[in-house]
Structure formats: C-alpha cells, structure tokens
C-alpha cells in the first residue's frame, strides 16, 4: 500500500497547524507507571518532526477494553508522564477526549507542543465507528495522521471515521513514520522478499494463523513451524502428542498442507517434554517420536533449534511471529531464545529480519536482541491481518501517495 506520508509534507505548511495523531499507547502500567515503553518510543520520530516544525500536535489512543466507560484503570495518563520523559517539548494531560476541556485545551495549544486526550475508548462511540465521535476528532485538526498500525485493523472513529471526515473535507489524512515503516517492511517481505526467504511461525494454535499459511506459503522458501501449533501437524503423521495442547479438528487441515507444501514446511525434530507446565517442573528431552502419552510438549529442543538455525543463517529475508514453547516460563524458553539468537546473527550478516508483535516482540525485548532485529512490529493482530493479505481499514481509509497534501 504506498500511503501519503507526513514525512513528504511541505514541512513550512506545518507550523501553527493542528495534527491529530493517532497512535498505539495501549501499553502495559503498573501502580500509576509505564511497565513497557517500547510503542511510546516507536512514535517519537513522527512526533519529534511535528514539533520541530512548529505544529500543535494533539495525541488520541486507546488503553484496554474500558467497553465505553470511564474506568480511571486505563486512563491515559501514564503514558502521557511517560511521553514528557521521553521528548524536550512540554506534554500536556487532559481527562477528556471531545468535550469542553478538550476543546480549550486544543484551542490554547502552542505551536511546538503535544496534548494528550484521555482514552477514546471511555466514549462508546470510537468502538461504533460513530460519525458525531469522527466529526468532533476532526474539529481538533487541519491534519490527521495514523501512526497506530497496531490499532490500524479497526474501524474504529479514531483509526477510520476521522479519516474520512477529513478527506470529505479535502484536509489530508497521512501515513505516520511508525505506520511508513511497518508497511515497508511487511510490504517488502511480502511482495518483494530477498531470497531465499524463510517465515517462522509459533504460538498455539493453527486456527490462529491458518490464513498466514496459506498467504505465506506460496511466498516463502522455507515455512518453520514451532511452539504448541507443530502439535497439531505431529498428530497429522500420526505421532502421539501425549497431553500436548493440539487441535483436534484442524488435525486434517494439518495433514493438507504437509501433503501441499512438501518439503517447504519445516517441522521440529525434537522436543522439551514435562508432565505439568509449570516452574520447575520434571523435564525430557525427545525426539518427537518418543513422547510419552502422559507427556506435554512445552518447547522445541536443541536439534530443532540447531535445524531453524540453519534454515535462518541462509536467509536474506526472516520473518518471524509466534514463540517456540511456552517462554513465558524459563525452562521452556531456550527455543525460544535459540530461534532468537539466530534472528540476530542472520541481522548482524546482512539479512532483513522481521519480528511479529504480540509475544515474539515480547520475547525478543525480554532477551535484549529487539535492537538487533531491523524491524520489531508494534501490531500484533495488525501483524497477522497483513500477513493473511487482508486489507487494514485504519490504512485503506488514508491519503494514497501522489494524492492531496
């Protein structure tokens, strides 16, 4: 999708002008304070070019799933603390989104400065799409910028409605730096991967990312498969799979792509077997074939990392989404962390790697190799919709590139 971008703007027409942005500070807080700043961070570039050319930049996000009531759990307002820490210019809070408060305080905005609306999900209108939301989002701005591509899967008024309001009124509604660069890489790896291109795809279940298989497999060289979902295309040899989560009903579906797919799909030899999953827990190493039928496979074991790992140093595109095992728990992480590490070292020798957001973001940031990624996704159902090819509403509703500025 080539998008309008804010970055290609006539940077003089910026300053004095109001910006709406849109962006993804749905973040994890604790006791009042930020946990995780890493999409706070991804949106500075945007923000620091509009404050540095002189525009009133006025931020709308979401928080949680207040379900269209005020809920002072997910207010916005640590994020917004957060943000001041983070850039030179003044952040102004205000606990309200489009009534009076906020409209004198978008009115008395300087030139150079950032306001903060509370979460505009405390409105039950955002969820809704609703015009009156959209038109009174618009009201705040002369030019509306999506920088929230993990939010950019949602018609929502702040992602959509708002959108449209400002081209029926011939104002532009631009791609934002962040939401610029997902697109990129998304898009490249899609449609114009180096080659050979390997994707690695984890998690639980099949159900979940069925429709990224289907897009990917004509795309990619090689497809690994890791985490709980390989259970499923175990069953499919006819392997006992013990106590393992494996979804019973996509056991054929399973069965269907080996036969499509041959030797394009890539499977683990090995595996870390428990009895529970939990902490501490009596652990085996076994080849897939050996599990027992009280047994759970919680990971990938040493030959199947060493086996990705191959697969990944011969890449010149990675793509990456879903965990190895249940990482969240230290004794079935090394998959995790082992498919990690090999990302990092296919970066460090010149290939492109792409990390999927949700919990592969989480594991790479957990392990400090994010920096060593060259694109760790802010979108984690956002991720997966683009990988499945289906259009994104918050992104089709923007300005094309050669359009109105």
Same mark, same amino acid.
């Given at each position: 999708?080539?998008?309008?971008?804010?970055?290609?703007?006539?940077?003089?027409?910026? !300053?004095?002008?109001?910006?709406?942005?849109?962006?993804?500070?749905?973040?994890?807080?604790?006791?009042?304070?930020?946990?995780?700043?890493?999409?706070?961070?991804?949106?500075?570039?945007?923000? #620091? +070019?509009?404050?540095?050319?002189?525009?009133?930049?006025?931020?709308?996000?979401?928080?949680?799933?207040?379900?269209?009531?005020?809920?002072?759990?997910?207010?916005?307002?640590?994020?917004?603390?957060?943000?001041?820490?983070?850039?030179?210019?003044?952040?102004?809070?205000?606990?309200?989104?489009?009534?009076?408060?906020?409209?004198? *305080?978008?009115?008395?905005?300087?030139?150079?400065?950032?306001?903060?609306?509370?979460?505009?999900?405390?409105?039950? @209108?955002?969820?809704?799409?609703? !015009?009156?939301?959209?038109?009174?989002?618009?009201?705040?701005?002369?030019?509306?910028?999506? %920088?929230?591509?993990?939010?950019?899967?949602?018609?929502?008024?702040?992602?959509?409605?708002?959108?449209?309001?400002?081209?029926?009124?011939?104002?532009?509604?631009?791609?934002? /730096?962040?939401?610029?660069?997902?697109?990129? +890489?998304?898009? %490249?790896?899609? %449609?114009?991967?180096?080659?050979?291109?390997?994707?690695?795809? @984890?998690?639980?279940?099949?159900?979940?990312?069925?429709?990224?298989?289907?897009?990917?497999?004509?795309?990619?060289?090689?497809?690994?498969?890791?985490?709980?979902?390989?259970?499923? +295309?175990?069953?499919? =040899?006819? =392997?006992?799979?013990? #106590? &393992?989560?494996?979804?019973?009903?996509?056991?054929?579906?399973?069965? /269907?792509? =080996?036969?499509?797919?041959?030797?394009?799909?890539?499977?683990?030899?090995?595996?870390?077997?428990?009895?529970? *999953?939990?902490?501490?827990?009596?652990?085996?190493?076994? *080849?897939?074939?050996?599990?027992?039928?009280?047994?759970?496979? =919680?990971?990938?074991?040493?030959?199947?990392?060493?086996? +990705?790992?191959?697969?990944?140093?011969? &890449?010149?595109?990675?793509?990456?989404?879903?965990?190895?095992?249940?990482?969240?728990?230290?004794?079935?992480?090394?998959? #995790?962390?082992?498919?990690?590490?090999?990302? *990092?070292?296919? #970066?460090?020798?010149?290939?492109?790697?792409?990390?999927?957001?949700?919990?592969?973001?989480?594991?790479?940031? &957990?392990?400090?190799?994010?920096?060593?990624?060259?694109?760790?996704?802010?979108?984690?159902?956002?991720?997966?919709?683009?990988?499945?090819?289906?259009?994104?509403?918050?992104?089709?509703?923007?300005?094309?590139?050669?359009?109105?500025?």
């Amino acid at each position: 999708m080539s998008k309008a971008n804010i970055d290609a703007v006539d940077t003089g027409a910026l !300053r004095g002008r109001r910006v709406l942005v849109r962006v993804d500070y749905n973040v994890p807080i604790e006791d009042g304070r930020v946990t995780d700043d890493t999409r706070i961070r991804a949106t500075l570039p945007t923000l #620091t +070019f509009l404050v540095e050319h002189g525009a009133r930049v006025v931020l709308v996000s979401h928080l949680g799933r207040p379900k269209g009531q005020r809920n002072d759990d997910m207010s916005i307002a640590p994020a917004a603390a957060r943000l001041e820490e983070l850039v030179d210019v003044p952040v102004r809070f205000v606990p309200d989104i489009v009534g009076a408060d906020a409209k004198a *305080a978008v009115e008395s905005l300087a030139s150079g400065s950032i306001l903060v609306l509370e979460n505009v999900r405390f409105l039950p @209108g955002e969820e809704k799409n609703d !015009r009156e939301l959209s038109e009174a989002l618009a009201s705040f701005a002369d030019i509306y910028v999506n %920088d929230a591509f993990g939010s950019a899967h949602r018609a929502h008024a702040s992602t959509c409605g708002v959108a449209e309001v400002m081209k029926e009124a011939g104002r532009p509604a631009l791609a934002g /730096m962040l939401m610029k660069k997902e697109l990129r +890489f998304l898009g %490249d790896a899609l %449609d114009n991967p180096e080659r050979p291109f390997v994707a690695i795809l @984890g998690g639980a279940k099949i159900s979940g990312k069925i429709d990224v298989i289907e897009n990917l497999l004509p795309r990619v060289d090689h497809l690994l498969i890791g985490g709980a979902m390989a259970n499923t +295309f175990f069953r499919a =040899l006819g =392997l006992e799979t013990g #106590t &393992s989560l494996v979804e019973a009903d996509r056991v054929e579906m399973a069965h /269907m792509l =080996l036969e499509r797919a041959g030797e394009k799909i890539v499977l683990p030899v090995d595996c870390v077997v428990a009895g529970e *999953a939990k902490a501490g827990a009596r652990t085996w190493l076994l *080849a897939r074939d050996e599990v027992p039928p009280e047994g759970s496979i =919680l990971d990938i074991g040493p030959k199947s990392i060493a086996t +990705f790992r191959d697969f990944v140093e011969r &890449s010149r595109t990675v793509l990456w989404n879903g965990p190895m095992g249940l990482f969240e728990i230290d004794d079935f992480a090394e998959g #995790t962390l082992g498919v990690a590490r090999a990302v *990092a070292e296919a #970066t460090a020798k010149g290939a492109t790697t792409i990390v999927g957001g949700g919990d592969t973001a989480a594991a790479v940031e &957990s392990a400090g190799l994010a920096d060593r990624m060259s694109h760790v996704s802010t979108g984690g159902g956002a991720s997966l919709e683009f990988l499945e090819g289906r259009t994104l509403p918050g992104v089709a509703i923007l300005d094309d590139e050669g359009g109105s500025q």
